[in-house]
């Protein structure tokens, strides 16, 4: 329990010139944009006057100079303030927590399944590496790996929406449906299935090779040959020794892959029209909301430092050789 | 036996090859092969694959030859796909060589800055980046590698703080040659190779970026692009849906190409060092 605390102290202080960085690298680029939210926000209404303008730019604060505008927003960000959504004209923080719940139940169901999924397919291929079902499994997964998630999506779409009429096209649930409680939940479910398995099969593909090459490791290791040679059976061999500890670097690409996660997320959250956290990201692109993209940038920062946080304290969990030499010190 | 006739030998590697060069010859020959630009008209809208000899994979919605723009799309594909790979990995080895070698503060706030980029997505960040400076190719590849030099930069230090601990550049210390030397001749040269190893997976993440990057409508727009290509399939997916399907495999066998080369380089590579003594 110690050793989590101590982890987790020093993660979180050590994120936050992290957090600083995103946000100075951020806000600059975003300066950098030839047109602001006031441009954006004429041609979307057909134009205005000057008079308006100047209004406008005054009361988003868009007449200071960058660096007054950097340190006003690190004030507000000090009080969680993250700004005014200038396409939406409502808080940015607000969007995002609505939005937020249903990208994190699509990538939540994606990473579960896949990692069950992937890991129980790593297994049966490490489990004789080079055996036919290995050969089979090993270029299966490499096929899928190099399968981008959003045409994946529209072939799914195509085969299980248009063609078979089995699945919902598109959305997160059917609109003004009335349905309560597992009506609704299998709903969801029904909308869920495509968009999951289009972001989820790469890394079902991802954790199957990584655990099949960790097994492949595990089997040359002398305790292995020890275990045989102790006459334990071939079946227990497999899952107590081989795979639990090809298991823990699993946990490892877990964490790393968090933020690509996200970035797919975006893509195929736009291929569903899922009223998710990605397809916010896409809609402030199109609505030059520098604010809304700022805050989505540095919300999706601080997802993946707590996912790494969770994955470094799981990892402490499992292997007790982490952490322990700071936790003494 | 050199290591391209070995690469050869083996299955997986051999295929690499195959794809890669067909895809490559294509790229060239893609001004030869069909002349003009691939996006004007050039027959009757939404013809299917295989029903006329003229227009071979079809039309899609606007009477655009799907073969040429397929051809096309290779030679956009495969360039930002590589000049934004070449991009990522050169800067991340001079920032993580930078690092390795200076040490101390500068070491403290360039792996600082890498941490920075390896926390906010990639794809968030080249969507930012593309749509603040506006769509262009050049804009493109500097998106991408803006989101993948990070991993190269890591590994360039981890490999430059090991081998700096290595007997021999101790002995080559004591032989009195100059620092700087040592860095170039002795440390960086073998520093590289497993940087070098990460960049087929650097293309191929590149090229499925591109390509997501301009089905959300961020490519530029005068050229075309598997990617856009999907993206316009999608307006016509329920009558005519190899408009989608075409260029997405096309994007699919050429990462697979590219996986299969880094693979089978891996395994030669691997047996190289097993036979040495």
């Known amino acids: 329990m110690k050793r989590a605390i101590v982890l987790l102290r020093r993660r979180l202080i050590g994120s936050i010139p992290v957090l600083l960085i995103v946000v100075v690298l951020t806000f600059l680029l975003l300066e950098a944009a030839s047109g602001d939210a006031v441009d954006a926000y004429l041609v979307s209404m057909g134009g205005g006057d000057a008079a308006l303008v100047e209004t406008l730019r005054q009361s988003y604060g868009l007449d200071q100079s960058v660096w007054a505008r950097l340190l006003l927003y690190l004030q507000a960000l000090a009080h969680l303030d993250l700004g005014w959504s200038v396409a939406f004209n409502r808080p940015v923080l607000a969007l995002i ?14 990473t579960a399944l896949s990692f069950c999924l992937g890991s129980l397919l790593g297994i049966a ?34 085969v299980f929406s248009v063609w078979l009429r089995w699945l919902p096209t598109s959305g997160l649930e059917t609109i003004a449906s009335g349905k309560h409680g597992w009506d609704r939940a299998l709903d969801i479910a029904r909308h869920l299935f495509l968009p999951v398995s289009a972001l989820g099969v790469i890394y079902l593909a991802l954790f199957l090779r990584v655990m099949r090459a960790g097994m492949a490791d595990v089997w040359r290791q002398d305790y292995i040959l020890f275990a045989k040679a102790r006459g334990l059976p071939r079946r227990r061999i497999l899952f107590r020794h ?3 500890n090809a298991l823990l670097p699993l946990v490892t690409v877990l964490g790393l892959q968090s933020a690509a996660m996200i970035g797919g997320s975006v893509v195929i959250e736009s291929v569903f029209a899922i009223p998710g956290f990605g397809r916010l990201a896409q809609e402030a692109v199109s609505g030059r909301d520098a604010p809304l993209l700022m805050g989505i940038i540095l919300v999706s920062a601080v997802m993946v430092i707590l996912v790494n946080v969770a994955v470094d304290l799981l990892y402490a969990a499992l292997d007790p050789r982490v952490g322990a030499s700071e936790a003494a010190s | ?20 060069g067909l ?7 893609a001004p030869a092969l069909f002349p003009g630009d691939p996006l004007r008209i050039a027959g009757p809208a939404l013809l299917p694959p295989f029903s006329s000899s003229e227009f071979p994979l079809g039309t899609d919605r606007l009477g655009r030859d799907v073969l040429a723009c397929l051809v096309h799309g290779a030679q956009i594909s495969l360039l930002v796909g590589l000049a934004a790979a070449a991009a990522a990995i050169f800067v991340g080895m001079v920032v993580g060589a930078l690092a390795g070698f200076a040490g101390g503060l500068v070491e403290e706030a360039l792996m600082r800055v890498v941490e920075t980029f390896q926390i906010v997505p990639g794809f968030l960040m080249a969507l930012a980046f593309a749509s603040v400076l506006g769509a262009s190719l050049p804009i493109i590849i500097l998106a991408i590698a803006l989101a993948a030099w990070a991993e190269p930069a890591r590994l360039t230090r981890a490999q430059v703080l090991a081998i700096r601990e290595q007997d021999y550049i101790a002995a080559a210390r004591a032989l009195g040659m100059h ?18 190893a990460l960049s087929s997976v650097i293309v191929a993440g590149a090229i499925l970026t591109e390509a997501a990057l301009s089905f959300l409508g961020l490519g530029d727009p005068n050229v075309v692009t598997w990617g856009s290509m999907i993206a316009e399939g999608r307006n016509v997916i329920r009558s005519a849906p190899f408009l989608s399907i075409l260029p997405g495999l096309a994007l699919v066998v050429t990462v697979l190409g590219v ?17 040495r003594p």
């Open chain 1, 125 to 158: 291929a490490g489990a004789k590496p080079g055996s036919p079902r290995d050969r089979l499994l090993s270029a299966g997964s490499l096929v899928l790996y190099a399968v981008p998630g959003f045409w994946l999506g529209l072939v799914l779409v195509i």
């Open chain 2, 23 to 29: 895809m490559a010859f294509i790229a060239f020959a």
């Open chain 1, 97 to 110: 927590c609505e939005r937020l719940p249903n990208t994190l139940l699509l990538m939540g169901t994606s």
């Open chain 2, 179 to 196: 620092p700087l030397e040592i860095a170039f001749k002795e440390i960086l040269p073998n520093a590289l190779a497993p940087v070098l």
């Open chain 1, 242 to 244: 081989v795979a639990r």
């Open chain 2, 1 to 20: 036996m050199s290591l391209f006739a070995r690469l050869a030998a083996a299955p997986g590697g051999r295929a690499g090859l195959t794809i890669l």
């Open chain 2, 259 to 275: 996986y299969l080369f880094s693979e089978g380089l891996a395994d030669t590579l691997r047996q190289n060092g097993e036979e």
